[in-house]
């Protein structure tokens, strides 16, 4: 027996499903029609291409609604995408710091290298404190 919800799930879904189908036809209907020459307005008639737009954007939106209703109702497989997601985005950011830190430390190296009167000495140890760290002994 189906509970209230899931009755009121699948009538969702199903006016969705109805709604894009309905869209979908009228694009082939209007495909139809002006493949067959017997189009309500012609290619060169002003706003044709905006009507065309506009069938192909309702048709679209009711596609992405029937596609965000298909991933709620499967919970596992939206766990499973955020998780990916996650992922990616942890090694992403990752990778993005460590080519910032890397760049950083070669600016600042030479930056050193160019014996500025004071900022030259502040960066140089700088870069003497990050190069103790990378090889794990003591700073002095």
Do not use: C
């Not at 189908?21 to 002006?34: D, H, N």
């Not at 430390?105 to 290298?113: I, K, Q, T």
Request: no cysteine.
């Amino acid at each position: 027996m189906m509970h209230d919800d899931e009755m009121q799930d699948q009538g969702g879904w199903e006016q969705v499903t109805e709604a894009g189908k309905q869209a979908k036809a009228g694009m082939t209907e209007a495909a139809k029609r002006a493949d067959s020459g017997e189009s309500e307005a012609r290619p060169d008639e002003p706003g044709y291409i905006q009507k065309q737009l506009e069938a192909l954007i309702s048709g679209l939106k009711y596609k992405e609604i029937a596609e965000y209703v298909q991933l709620m109702n499967r919970p596992a497989k939206l766990i499973w995408n955020n998780l990916l997601s996650g992922i990616a985005r942890g090694v992403g950011i990752a990778l993005g710091f460590t080519v910032f830190l890397v760049t950083s430390l070669y600016v600042l190296r030479a930056l050193g290298a160019l014996n500025l009167p004071i900022v030259g000495d502040y960066i140089a140890d700088i870069v003497k404190i990050v190069q103790a760290q990378l090889e794990g002994r003591a700073i002095r």
